[in-house]
């Protein structure tokens, strides 16, 4: 079984920068990409970006665009994600999750395991 554990998160004022890690272990090979989601208080987990293991093929949210990046690093089994720039719009708790298979990687149920998040809170 695939087991995720995310770090990084913390506090930050506005135009900040946090880097977030997901550190995978497990059957890692069985799964096609790695995905960072999100989720505020009363708001349903959306999706921020994703990463393909083999290819490197980064997909990004409209909201996350030119001030986060996604990257990997294979031989350590770890995904990152880089923000920015941070708005107080991006206070949630970040998680990342396995896609086991190819696909549009923007819904939650293309994804399988999940970590248990870590908080991310901008200060305006």
């Known amino acids: 079984q695939v087991q995720l554990v995310e770090s990084g998160g913390g506090l930050v004022q506005a135009g900040g920068s946090l880097r977030l890690s997901c550190a995978a272990s497990?059957?890692?090979?069985?799964?096609?990409?790695m995905g960072w989601f999100r989720q505020a208080p009363g708001k349903e987990r959306e999706f921020v970006a994703a990463?393909?293991?083999?290819?490197?093929?980064?997909y990004y949210a409209d909201s996350a665009k030119g001030r986060f990046t996604i990257s990997r690093d294979n031989a350590k089994n770890t995904v990152y994600l880089q923000m920015n720039s941070l708005k107080p719009e991006d206070t949630a708790v970040y998680y990342c999750?396995?896609?086991?298979?190819?696909?549009?990687?923007?819904?939650?149920?293309?994804?399988?395991?999940w970590g248990q998040g870590t908080q991310v809170t901008v200060s305006s």
């Open positions: 990463i393909s293991w083999i290819s490197g093929r980064t």
């Open positions: 999750a396995t896609a086991p298979h190819l696909g549009p990687l923007l819904l939650v149920g293309e994804y399988d395991y």
């Open positions: 497990g059957p890692t090979f069985s799964s096609y990409a």
